[in-house]
T-cell receptor, first 113, second 115 residues
C-alpha cells in the first residue's frame, strides 16, 4: 500500500491552543498536500508543499516537509471550534504517470470551545 | 457549496441492481478521480481519468465500471455490488496532466448502502 500514516489518530485540544499532526509516507514524492474533511462532507484542500520546499505557511497553517525522513507536519495555530474535523495528508508519488494521489490514515481533531 | 457536484447524495440498492453515480465539474479540469471512503478511514483511490482517458485503475473489481463521457462528466456504473461496497464514494477533479502537482477539488460524495 502507498498509504501514508498519520499521528496522532485523534487529538483533543482547547480553543486557542495549537494543534500539531504528523504524516509519514513510504515513497519518493512530487509533492505533499494536506486536506480537511468535516463530518459528512468532501475533502477541502488546505496547502500543497513541493518536494524541494521545507516549510510553507497559509494563514494559521504551517506545514513542514522533511524528505530525508519521509515526513511532514501540519501546525494549526490559535485553534477554533470550527477547526474540528479530520485532517489527511496526501502524497503524489514520484514518478507520477497517472495523476494519482494517496491519502494518509488521518487525524481526527476536536477543538473544545 | 462545492464546485464538484455529485448525484445522488444517497443511494440504497440491492445486490442485483444496476445504478450509476454521477459527477460534474465546470472548472475546466482535465483530471477526474473516484475514491471510496469507509467510515473513519481515508479515501482510497479507485480510478483516475486524465484528458478523458483512464490512466489509473487501482485493481478495482469489475462490478465498478467508470466512464468519462466528456471533460466535465464522470460516471461510476455499479452492478452486482456486495454489502462490503457500502461506503462514501467521492469524486474529485484537478488540472490535468500535472503529475499530481495540483490540488484536488472534491464533491460531497454519494453515500451508498448495499442491502
Amino acid at each position: 500500500s502507498q498509504q501514508g500514516e498519520e499521528d496522532p489518530q485523534a487529538l483533543s485540544i482547547q480553543e486557542g491552543e495549537n494543534a500539531t499532526m504528523n504524516c509519514s509516507y513510504k515513497t519518493s514524492i512530487n509533492n505533499l498536500q494536506w486536506y480537511r474533511q468535516n463530518s459528512g462532507r468532501g475533502l477541502v484542500h488546505l496547502i500543497l508543499i513541493r518536494s524541494n520546499e521545507r516549510e510553507k505557511h497559509s494563514g494559521r497553517l504551517r506545514v513542514t516537509l522533511d524528505t530525508s525522513k519521509k515526513s511532514s507536519s501540519l501546525l494549526i495555530t490559535a485553534s477554533r471550534a470550527a477547526d474540528t474535523a479530520s485532517y489527511f495528508c496526501a502524497t503524489a508519488p514520484h514518478p507520477n504517470t497517472g495523476n494519482q494521489f494517496y491519502f494518509g490514515t488521518g487525524t481526527s481533531l476536536t477543538v473544545i470551545p | 457549496d462545492t464546485e464538484v457536484t455529485q448525484t445522488p447524495k444517497h443511494l440504497v440498492m440491492g445486490m442485483t441492481n444496476k445504478k450509476s453515480l454521477k459527477c460534474e465539474q465546470h472548472m475546466g479540469h482535465r483530471a477526474m478521480y473516484w475514491y471510496k471512503q469507509k467510515a473513519k478511514k481515508p479515501p482510497e483511490l479507485m480510478f483516475v481519468y486524465s484528458y478523458e482517458k483512464l490512466s489509473i485503475n487501482e485493481s478495482v473489481p469489475s462490478r465498478f465500471s467508470p466512464e468519462c463521457p466528456n471533460s466535465s462528466l464522470l460516471n461510476l456504473h455499479l452492478h452486482a455490488l456486495q454489502p462490503e461496497d457500502s461506503a462514501l464514494y467521492l469524486c474529485a477533479s484537478s488540472q490535468g496532466a500535472a503529475r499530481g502537482n495540483q490540488p484536488q477539488h472534491f464533491g460531497d460524495g454519494t453515500r451508498l448502502s448495499i442491502l
